[in-house]
């Protein structure tokens, strides 16, 4: 076994190479592979020594580093080949103090500090990229979401109220931020890739902004081109198949301490929608249209919506539980599933993790409103779509039907 001085120098000379390999192949002016990793063993070292000296040598260390740092601009200005930017100077003071987080934090801490920032740096074009593609609107869904998670989820009382004691503000409140969240990723994938997405990617973005705004609009393209059935289908059911996989990371995030229970049925349920998807991408390969336009999915009203939609599903699940048994909450799920997956998903984990409810009857209702929601969605397609495209929609969704049915029916 490696004594921990030696594991900490070796773990802050490797992060020092890998930040340095990413600098030397863009920026070597200030410093490459071997000063970054230099910088870090630095870091290490004035930690190793402040453990007798005092934590005043990590300080003067720090300053140290930042002196070199800058002795090396002014070098480069006085020959007039110093350029505008701050990236690798700040990337060196950060990796001195990541060299001594190795040694005075656990080093999960450092390896993941080193690593983001290894990351960030190779980044660049995609994150200027990002930015040069947003808008005022986008911006505020940023805000917005600030908003939400930062300012108005801290002054929320954490305690129960109203009847059954399973309103909790806090929580609720939570709910809405991660939802948004997990939406305002599927915005932001939106915007990187949506205007030139194939078919398949046009699929996954569709699930993450919304799967049934994408069965809707692709639906109504089929009504102009009906020769675009077979791609229309090909997105339906793939956005359709991404649900199974947003109601598992819903589950994980609210209820991970009962995802082994929870999760085995419904992961089983999306391995059959993405059989089912393949069936779909081999029946109907080709280059897809952008999904459709999403909405601002940080907006304080449409969170508003959610969180009292979230609300009145716990308090139904809870009511129709006690006076009804398992027929009233499934009676709830199949209803509330028809539109919303999002809501009985995160109420019904909710209330196994708060030993409220039984998994078995947990992930029964979350499935049972996936399987409604397919049925609305497949209704949503007859009316809006042709014939060609829902009778390739009736297809794949009654083997999912079926196969979600099957699950319903045999699982133990």
């Avoid at 592979?33 to 630095?42: D, H, P």
């Avoid at 808008?135 to 009382?157: F, H, N, S, T």
Wanted: net charge positive; aromatic share 8%.
């Amino acid at each position: 076994m490696i004594p921990d001085p030696f594991l900490q120098i070796f773990v802050a000379l490797g992060l020092g190479l890998l930040v340095g390999l990413q600098r030397e192949r863009v920026d070597p002016a200030i410093a490459g592979i071997r000063t970054f990793a230099l910088i870090t063993l630095f870091g290490a070292l004035a930690a190793l020594l402040g453990r007798s000296f005092g934590g005043w040598v990590v300080a003067v260390g720090l300053l140290v580093a930042a002196a070199l740092v800058m002795s090396g601009n002014l070098v480069r200005l006085g020959r007039g080949d110093a350029e505008p930017g701050q990236t690798s100077e700040f990337t060196a003071v950060v990796m001195y103090c990541v060299g001594a987080l190795v040694v005075m934090a656990p080093l999960a801490v450092s390896v993941v500090l080193g690593g983001t920032v290894a990351v960030l740096l190779h980044l660049k074009e995609p994150l200027h990229r990002l930015v040069g593609k947003m808008g005022e609107g986008d911006l505020r869904a940023i805000m917005q979401l600030v908003l939400l998670a930062l300012v108005i989820l801290p002054v929320l009382p954490d305690r129960a109220f109203g009847p059954y004691q399973v309103l909790n503000p806090y929580q609720v409140w939570w709910m809405v931020v991660l939802i948004v969240s997990l939406s305002l990723a599927g915005y932001v994938a939106f915007k990187l890739f949506g205007a030139g997405a194939g078919s398949v990617l046009s699929g996954v973005l569709g699930g993450l902004i919304s799967s049934t705004a994408t069965a809707v609009s692709y639906a109504r393209r089929t009504k102009a081109a009906p020769e675009g059935a077979r791609l229309a289908a090909l997105v339906i059911t793939i956005a359709s198949s991404v649900v199974f996989v947003r109601v598992l990371v819903e589950i994980s995030a609210v209820a991970p301490g009962r995802l082994a229970e929870l999760g085995p049925p419904l992961g089983a349920m999306l391995g059959v929608a993405a059989v089912v998807s393949l069936i779909a991408w081999l029946a109907g390969r080709e280059r897809g249209a952008a999904p459709p336009e999403p909405d601002n999915p940080a907006d304080l009203k449409s969170a508003l919506v959610f969180g009292a939609l979230y609300g009145g599903i716990l308090l139904a699940v809870a009511f129709a539980r006690d006076r009804f048994g398992t027929a009233g909450l499934y009676t709830v799920a199949a209803l509330s599933g028809l539109t919303d997956m999002d809501a009985i998903t995160l109420s019904t984990a909710r209330l196994v993790a708060g030993g409220r409810l039984e998994a078995a009857d947990g992930w029964r209702a979350i499935l049972l409103a996936g399987l409604s929601n397919l049925a609305f969605k497949g209704s949503l397609v007859a009316v809006l779509g042709t014939r060609g495209l829902f009778g390739r929609i009736a297809l794949l969704f009654g083997l999912m039907l079926a196969g979600g049915g099957a699950i319903l029916w045999l699982w133990p």
